[in-house]
């Protein structure tokens, strides 16, 4: 019961946080629910079968994307659903075409994917509508947003464990461990690595959608932003990307370093960030969940 | 200390101040608390080339040249040092927005200065609008102005729009049409980017509309590094003017691979970049006859000034477009409130109505956008002189056909 209880507590806490905080209080709540959400939204598919996806911000840029296109057109839920559509559509047709791929022949196609899809949408906006940025004015407060993306975060979070009980969630893992043994064992490796990626996509979509209100104004430059991609990424690793908060426990302080970092030093961040990066790469290759229970493993072997 | 810059001294002033620590600042001068402003530009990412030619500098030179006279006078004569607080915004959007947050409900600063460029400035829009800052948009360009200015009243648009710029050109080259200066054909190539589009739609009607006709009409993607083919096309076009509406690495680009092939048309015109102080040297010595988007009135006192005080201070002379215009929007800042103080409604309203005294001359405002603007300029004698629109005081008359590379 209390497993149950203690998150749902957490999560009641969260939400009534934004009537206690300053306008930047909430800004800095936002961007870091975001990036929990992409770390965990990433990490349901990435964490279980290793495949290191680089296509975040393919999908999170078609989800502000979307948006920029219908919020005059169509009512604010419909558009989140239109969206939600997209991105699943998108990750069928990418998934079906490319999880045959392994390795880094994998991360190389997300990279280009993201690539492909902000040229796509120039060369149409170029070619067809003759124009290239589009507005979103759509009413939504800063509050509202904190509250769609915390449940958004909730949701990814939840489903991540629900699928880890399930034989979808084992079957990843065995996926991940061993591709060959999985497909022995009679486990269908591309229907199973096409629901987790198809899910995790529509994820990122909606995340992307759901921000998007935020920037008003939005082209292809600007949406699809590869560092986005990469954070995500690194954000996933340093918590630990095969461990259901492991994303999230990556993702929150990070997120509050690089605040810290460009409020303190604008002009050296992105040396401090590469360092960083490094650091959590050598240090901390499984994520800082692994090296506690190593350490505690350690500890309980030297009281033995 | 003497070696040490006053540039070094500024960052630190804004580097101690960001981090917390209470700075009496002038406190040799001045007994009145310091007025702060806050600004969050691009130091790091995609933006940061645009913010660091234009927009920082001339917050750093403008903060300097008020602090040393004294600092901000308020409406009952004291005076009062500014102090910065400055946030990198990375060139992201989402991160800009946080940091505009910031300023406003944690660092609670009196004034916010814009970011750079025309999306940034979007997206900070209904920040401004929201925490009740007047938002002097001095780096964005967009025919959307007269919209912006009625959703967001205390928004106030100072580059012009893409229309604008465009039907600028057209009537520079309608007068050497007219005068049988060069035929009425016209290569253009423009990027395919926000600025490229916005110019290319406009362009086409209305050279059409002043008897023109493109017989070259390529977009490009932005990125693209090798112009030989395109140029190759433009020269056996037949055409006697070449507009590219490009962005800085298409305008030195396409000038280098011009001069390397002798392709020397009566009109060269480039879109950003060409108005940089880098661009004689781009152009090998050679920039005289080119056109380009932008220009100052050379010869005004005034600007001169202000491109030795700049130069002096930043190491290097201003760009020729958007630089001056930046500088002008933070003069009307501070004589808007050496009348009206810092209460930011009065203040609004003192930026929508006054008139002011400024390095571009007597500026005021119309339906909150900056319409007095110079669409069109020519690189003549080593400086790039305003040519369009020719009727406003201190143009210069165009140099058709430019002169061989």
Do not use: C
Request: proline share 5%; charged share 15%; glycine share 10%.
């Amino acid at each position: 019961m209390t497993r149950l209880l203690l998150p749902l507590a957490g999560l009641v806490v969260l939400a009534a946080l934004p009537g206690f905080v300053s306008e930047y209080g909430l800004g800095l709540m936002i961007g870091a629910v975001t990036y929990v959400t992409l770390a965990s939204a990433w990490a349901l598919f990435s964490g279980y079968t290793r495949y290191i996806s680089l296509a975040t911000v393919a999908f999170y840029g078609t989800g502000a994307y979307v948006v920029a296109v219908l919020n005059e057109v169509l009512p604010y839920p419909l558009v989140l659903l239109v969206a939600a559509l997209i991105g699943g559509a998108m990750a069928l047709v990418v998934g079906l075409s490319t999880l045959r791929l392994a390795g880094v022949y994998f991360v190389i196609f997300t990279f280009g994917l993201s690539e492909l899809v902000r040229q796509l949408i120039t060369w149409y906006e170029v070619n067809v509508t003759g124009t290239l940025g589009r507005y979103i004015f759509l009413d939504i407060s800063a509050r509202g947003i904190y509250w769609q993306m915390l449940a958004l975060a909730a949701v990814t979070i939840g489903l991540t464990a629900w699928i880890h009980r399930r034989p979808l969630g084992l079957a990843l893992r065995v996926v991940g461990d061993d591709e060959t043994v999985a497909a022995h064992s009679g486990i269908n490796l591309a229907r199973t690595k096409l629901i987790a990626f198809v899910l995790s996509s529509v994820i990122l979509t909606l995340a992307g959608a759901i921000v998007s209100p935020r920037w008003v104004y939005v082209e292809p430059s600007i949406v699809f932003n590869p560092t986005v991609s990469f954070l995500t990424v690194i954000m996933a690793l340093l918590g630990g990307a095969n461990r259901l908060v492991g994303p999230a426990l990556g993702a929150v302080p990070l997120f509050l370093t690089f605040e810290w970092l460009s409020a303190n030093f604008p002009d050296t961040y992105s040396i401090f960030m590469g360092l960083l990066f490094i650091g959590v790469v050598f240090a901390l290759p499984e994520g800082v969940l692994a090296g506690v229970d190593r350490l505690r493993a350690r500890k309980l072997r030297a009281a033995a | 200390m003497t070696r040490m810059t006053r540039r070094g001294a500024l960052r630190i002033l804004a580097l101690t101040a960001s981090s917390g620590l209470a700075l009496a600042a002038g406190t040799a001068t001045a007994q009145e608390d310091p007025v702060t402003i806050g600004y969050a530009v691009a130091r790091t990412g995609a933006n940061a080339t645009g913010a660091g030619i234009t927009t920082i500098p001339n917050y750093e030179l403008w903060v300097r040249d008020v602090n040393e006279a004294g600092g901000l006078t308020m409406p009952d004569g004291s005076q009062r040092m500014i102090e910065v607080i400055e946030y990198d915004d990375r060139s992201s959007n989402e991160d800009l927005v946080r940091a505009i947050e910031r300023l406003a409900s944690q660092d609670e600063v009196d004034l916010i200065l814009p970011p750079w460029g025309t999306g940034s400035n979007l997206a900070a829009a209904p920040l401004f609008a929201r925490f009740g800052y007047p938002q002097l948009a001095a780096t964005s360009v967009t025919d959307m102005a007269p919209q912006f200015a009625d959703r967001w009243d205390r928004s106030f648009w100072m580059l012009g729009g893409g229309h604008d710029y465009a039907s600028g050109l057209v009537d520079v080259l309608k007068g050497a049409l007219d005068a049988g200066t060069i035929n009425n054909q016209v290569a253009v190539v423009s990027v395919a980017d926000g600025f490229g589009i916005d110019l290319i739609k406009a362009a086409r009607p209305a050279f059409e509309e002043a008897g023109f006709e493109l017989v070259y009409d390529e977009t490009y993607p932005l990125g693209t590094s090798d112009f030989a083919a395109i140029l190759s096309e433009a020269q056996s076009s037949g055409a006697d003017s070449f507009v590219a509406f490009s962005y800085p690495p298409g305008s030195f680009g396409m000038t280098k691979t011009a001069q390397s092939m002798g392709y020397n048309p009566a009109v060269f015109y480039v879109g950003v970049g060409g108005a940089f102080p880098v661009y004689p040297d781009i152009a090998n010595g050679q920039p005289d006859g080119v056109m380009a988007v932008g220009g100052v009135n050379a010869d005004s006192p005034e600007i001169q000034d202000y491109f030795e005080r700049h130069t002096e201070f930043v190491g290097q002379p201003p760009d020729s477009w958007a630089s001056a215009i930046t500088y002008a929007s933070l003069e009307m800042l501070e004589q808007a409130i050496e009348r009206v103080g810092l209460d930011k409604e009065a203040l609004s309203e003192e930026l929508a109505s006054g008139t002011f005294d400024t390095i571009i001359g007597e500026v005021q405002l119309e339906n909150n956008q900056l319409r007095d603007l110079w669409w069109v300029g020519q690189w003549q004698d080593g400086a790039f002189r305003a040519v369009g629109p020719a009727d406003k005081d201190g143009a210069v008359a165009p140099v058709i056909p430019k002169p061989d590379w």
